[in-house]
C-alpha cells in the first residue's frame, strides 16, 4: 500500500481508504472510477497461501444472490491480496442477540431463509462458504439477513459442514447460546430442525430445510394459534385435517411427527404439515401402543384435531364437548385399537362430510337473519 503526498492511502490506485488507520482487517473505502462507497478486507496469509486465497475469491466474487454480500474485486497491494466487497449497513447477529435477547422463532427463521438461499446458491456453484457463524450473518434495517465472509479462506469443503453451522447459527439465534453437546430440547418446529441439521449422521435434505423456514417465517404453528385463541371452531378444524390428512396421503410413508406444533396455519386459515425431522411426537399426542406408523399417525391426528376443537390434548376419559359432526370420526381415529381406526381416504370423506353440514349450517343461519 502507498501513501498518496497530501491525500488518504488507495489500494490498486482506485479504492480510497476513509479511515485508513482503522484497525481490523475490514474498512470502509470509497471506490472513485466507481463513485461508489464499497468495504475493503486485508487477506492476511502466509505466503504460499495466496495464490489458492485469490483463487477462492475471484470464485467468490462470480456469487449472486440477494443475501450474499457480494465480493466486487479482488486486488493485489504490496504483494498482500485484499477483497473489496459491497457495503452493508446491518448488525451481525451475533451482537443483535449478544446485547438484546434471543430473536424471536419468525424472525430467526426469516434469517434463515436468506442464508439457506446464499448457501444454495454458492453450493451449486461448487463453492463452500466454510465460514458460517453468527459473526458472518448480518441483520439489516428492513430485516433481511446477509451472508458475509465470501472470498476468506474455508475452514471446510462440505456442504454438509455449510449446513450443520447454519443450524448452530439458528440455535444461538433462538437459544442466545452455542448448541455444544446438549441442544435445546422441544417439539417445536424450529428446535426440532435445529437438532436434526446437528445430528451427526447428516442434515436432512435442503429442500426440507427449506419449506420448514420457509412456512415458520410466515405461518404460526398451530399450538401456538390454540393458545393464542382457545378452542378453533369446528369448520376451521375441519379444513386444517383436510390438509392434514392430504399430505399423510402423498408422502413417502408414515410421518412420524404429527401434532399442533408441526401444523403450520397461515393468515387464510391454509394448514401445512411439516416434514419429519427425526423430531418424534410428544407423548400427549403418541398413539396408546407406541411406535411410528400409518395407524399411529392417524391417531396423532386425532389427537391434534381433539386439541384444536376442545383447547387440551386427549386425556382417558374427556369428553369431547365441542367436536359436533367431527365427533364420531375423532372418536374413530382415537380408538386403542390400531385396526379399528378409519383409513386416511375415509377420514378425508368425513373431513370434507362434515365441512359440507357445516357450511350448510351457516347459510341456513345468515338467511334466517
Known amino acids: 500500500m502507498h501513501l498518496d503526498r497530501g491525500g488518504p492511502r488507495r489500494l490498486a490506485g482506485r479504492y480510497r481508504l476513509l479511515d485508513p488507520l482503522a484497525a481490523g482487517p475490514a474498512r470502509p473505502a470509497f471506490d472513485e472510477p466507481g463513485g461508489r462507497e464499497v468495504t475493503v478486507m486485508e487477506l492476511r496469509l502466509p505466503a504460499e497461501s495466496r495464490a489458492a486465497a485469490l483463487h477462492r475469491a475471484r470464485a467468490a466474487a462470480a456469487l449472486r444472490h440477494p443475501s450474499i454480500v457480494r465480493v466486487l474485486d479482488v486486488v493485489t497491494q504490496d504483494d498482500v491480496p485484499w477483497l473489496v466487497m459491497e457495503p452493508v449497513h446491518g448488525t451481525a447477529l451475533e451482537s443483535a442477540v449478544g446485547s438484546r435477547r434471543p430473536l424471536p422463532v419468525v424472525q430467526a427463521a426469516r434469517a434463515g431463509v436468506g442464508v439457506l438461499g446464499a448457501l444454495t446458491t454458492a453450493h451449486a456453484a461448487s463453492y463452500v462458504h466454510g465460514n458460517v457463524d453468527p459473526g458472518n450473518v448480518l441483520l439489516t434495517a428492513r430485516g433481511r439477513a446477509m451472508l458475509t465472509g465470501f472470498g476468506l479462506p474455508s475452514r471446510s469443503t462440505w456442504p454438509s459442514a455449510d449446513?450443520?453451522?447454519?443450524?448452530?447459527?439458528?440455535?444461538?439465534?433462538?437459544?442466545?447460546?452455542?448448541?455444544?453437546?446438549?441442544?435445546?430440547?422441544?417439539?417445536?418446529?424450529?428446535?426440532?430442525?435445529?437438532?436434526a441439521m446437528l445430528n451427526p449422521s447428516g442434515p436432512p435434505p435442503v429442500e426440507v430445510i427449506r419449506e420448514t423456514l420457509?412456512?415458520?417465517?410466515?405461518?404460526?404453528?398451530?399450538?401456538?394459534?390454540?393458545?393464542?385463541l382457545g378452542p378453533l371452531p369446528p369448520a376451521e378444524v375441519a379444513a386444517i385435517g383436510l390438509a392434514v390428512a392430504d399430505r399423510l396421503r402423498h408422502g413417502p410413508g408414515p410421518h412420524g411427527g404429527v401434532h399442533p406444533g408441526n401444523v403450520l396455519v397461515d393468515d387464510h386459515g391454509g394448514a401445512t404439515l411439516l416434514p419429519s425431522v427425526r423430531s418424534g411426537t410428544p407423548p400427549a399426542y403418541a398413539p396408546p401402543e407406541g411406535g411410528p406408523g400409518p395407524e399411529?399417525?392417524?391417531?396423532?391426528?386425532?389427537?391434534?384435531?381433539?386439541?384444536?376443537?376442545?383447547?387440551?390434548?386427549?386425556?382417558?376419559?374427556?369428553?369431547?364437548?365441542?367436536?359436533?359432526?367431527?365427533?364420531?370420526?375423532?372418536?374413530g381415529l382415537l380408538s386403542p385399537d390400531p385396526a379399528a381406526r378409519p383409513s386416511l381416504e375415509e377420514v378425508a370423506a368425513g373431513l370434507r362430510a362434515a365441512g359440507r353440514r357445516r357450511g350448510r349450517g351457516q347459510d341456513g343461519a345468515a338467511r334466517g337473519r
Open 163 to 195: 449446513l450443520w453451522s447454519l443450524g448452530a447459527t439458528l440455535h444461538f439465534a433462538v437459544e442466545g447460546r452455542p448448541p455444544g453437546a446438549s441442544p435445546a430440547a422441544g417439539p417445536e418446529p424450529l428446535r426440532s430442525l435445529v437438532r
Open 296 to 331: 399411529a399417525d392417524l391417531w396423532s391426528l386425532g389427537a391434534t384435531l381433539y386439541a384444536a376443537l376442545e383447547g387440551r390434548p386427549p386425556a382417558p376419559g374427556a369428553p369431547m364437548t365441542r367436536a359436533g359432526a367431527l365427533g364420531p370420526l375423532l372418536s
Open 214 to 228: 420457509e412456512r415458520l417465517a410466515v405461518d404460526r404453528p398451530l399450538d401456538r394459534l390454540i393458545e393464542a
